[in-house]
């Protein structure tokens, strides 16, 4: 991946392609059928996974024009927020054996379609694709997320949109705010109010997204 430079060309700028790799991986997994190295031997490697991710970042590829792109993952391990929230998505279930012994060779797939894969350790990918369309911006290149994970609305402004691929959803400014009811500028605040199951974080009782947009409307 070359390093990023503004466009020469002010009217053209340029476009940086992220894609959220542990969303993709996991919805690689769930979406196709237990795909074996050894067709109908359950004790060989599984490839479902490998298989559903080359499709899905071939098709992404094909759509979406991007002078840059990378693909970035979770690295493993414990990040900053487990030891800041120890309850920190402590609900969620382990990954599956077939789906863990996938993600080495899913990376380097990647890197032979031609992607940079980038992870950091002791922070998440979330993280990580913050900060690159933050540096992307002060470059003047607008970003394109591929995800689905709606805590990367927070990031959408004029520079900065976010796609959903799978439920063929555009996340951009006014996107966001029709499906949440507040502007990006606000999801951090909308999010906190409401909390977030998924990733076993509370909210303030008895606040929910009714109430949350109600409240941020009048003061925020």
């Not at 032979?112 to 911006?137: F, Q």
């Amino acid at each position: 991946m070359p390093a990023m430079t503004e466009s020469p060309e002010a009217s053209q700028p340029r476009t940086l392609l992220l894609v959220d790799g542990s969303s993709y991986l996991y919805r690689a997994f769930h979406a196709m059928p237990d795909l074996r190295a050894v067709p109908g031997d359950p004790t060989s490697p599984a490839t479902g996974a490998i298989r559903g991710m080359i499709n899905m970042m071939q098709k992404l590829r094909k759509d979406v024009r991007a002078d840059y792109a990378a693909c970035v993952f979770d690295a493993p391990g414990k990040t900053f927020r487990d030891d800041l929230y120890p309850e920190y998505k402590a609900t969620r279930s382990p990954m599956p054996d077939d789906l863990r012994a996938q993600i080495e060779p899913i990376h380097e797939v990647v890197r032979l379609l031609g992607w940079k894969v980038l992870y950091v350790p002791s922070v998440e990918a979330d993280d990580v694709i913050g900060t690159l369309s933050c540096m992307a911006k002060e470059r003047g290149i607008h970003t394109v997320i591929s995800s689905g994970d709606k805590d990367l609305s927070q990031l959408v402004n004029e520079h900065v949109v976010v796609i959903d691929t799978m439920n063929d959803r555009v996340r951009d400014i006014a996107g966001v705010e029709a499906e949440f009811g507040v502007p990006p500028r606000l999801m951090v605040d909308y999010q906190t109010l409401v909390g977030d199951s998924v990733d076993n974080v509370p909210g303030v009782d008895k606040v929910g997204p009714k109430t949350a947009v109600k409240l941020l409307q009048e003061y925020g």
